[in-house]
């Protein structure tokens, strides 16, 4: 079966329902509190196992409740928990405000996820088995690095969401096979408005590049072929929260079961598409024969 390893984060995600999110200075009141785990790791390796691999989950988690009930909702999921180690104080948090057109604003405390900051014991030895490292930015950035540096020692290939948007230092670019940007990552990246122009330029960076374009779809560029606009299945979307997440970890299992590039985008497409017609990120995620009939559709 195929083996994908997350280096990353785990969060629960504290998500406010209304039906327009505020402006700045303003109150408004929403329809629903709801506490769902989640996080940008948490959400790829339970994309992943749900999607049909063996995950496992590298990072960490606080000695408090949410905690506990991050660590259970991974391995309820089939992820592998072994090293995503507990540390003193909280767990991380993401503060999440849903609208009612599905589209939504994110403020992230680290919590135990900025105790990342190296790769520990044993760790190298786990990415060393793997098909694919998954890797994202809500850990401290010198562990994202030895992480992809160790998979790159080991013939293992890297798959990087860059988000929370930031500057990727060379070291990093150096060992990242497949970069995953939405729209806004890819034009803060590059200074670039068009998602074709921001592929191209990262595609200078890295040798493939998807940049995922919401409801349209996703753009695939790969040195030395031509590009791939790959749409989206049309659905209605209630909550977009983890769709990214979804979409990367069920390309991730479809490339390491090697299906042609093309195959592989619709297909995460269509779990991603799943994913955003139900509320919450990790709750959200399709299980593999759901996949294949939204796939197949």
Known sequence: ?????????????????????????????????RTIPGGKGSNQAIAAARAGATA?????????????????????????????????????????VVDDEGGNAIVVIPGANGTVDHLSPGDEGLIATADALLLQ?????????????????????????????QPLPPELLAVTDLLVPNEYEAVLLTDRTDPREAAAALLDLVPEVVVTLGATGCLYLRR?????????PHVTAVDSTGAGDTFAGALAVALAEEKPVREALSWAAAAAAISVQREGASVSMPYRPEIDKQYGA
């Open 137 to 165: 930015l809500e850990i401290p950035l010198a562990a994202v690095v030895a992480g992809a540096e160790a998979a790159r020692r080991h013939g293992v290939r890297t798959v990087l969401t860059p988000s929370p948007a």
């Open 224 to 232: 030395g072929a031509e590009p791939l606009v790959v749409p989206a």
């Open 56 to 96: 496992s989950m590298i990072g960490a988690v606080g000695n408090d409740a949410y905690g506990l009930r991050l660590r259970e909702t991974l391995e309820h999921s089939g992820v592998d928990t072994d090293f995503l180690r507990t540390v003193e104080g909280p767990s991380g948090t993401a503060h999440i």
């Open 1 to 33: 079966m195929t083996h994908i390893v997350v280096l990353g984060s785990t969060n629960m995600d504290l998500v406010t329902y209304v039906a327009t999110a505020p402006q700045r200075g303003e109150t408004v009141t929403g329809r629903e509190f």
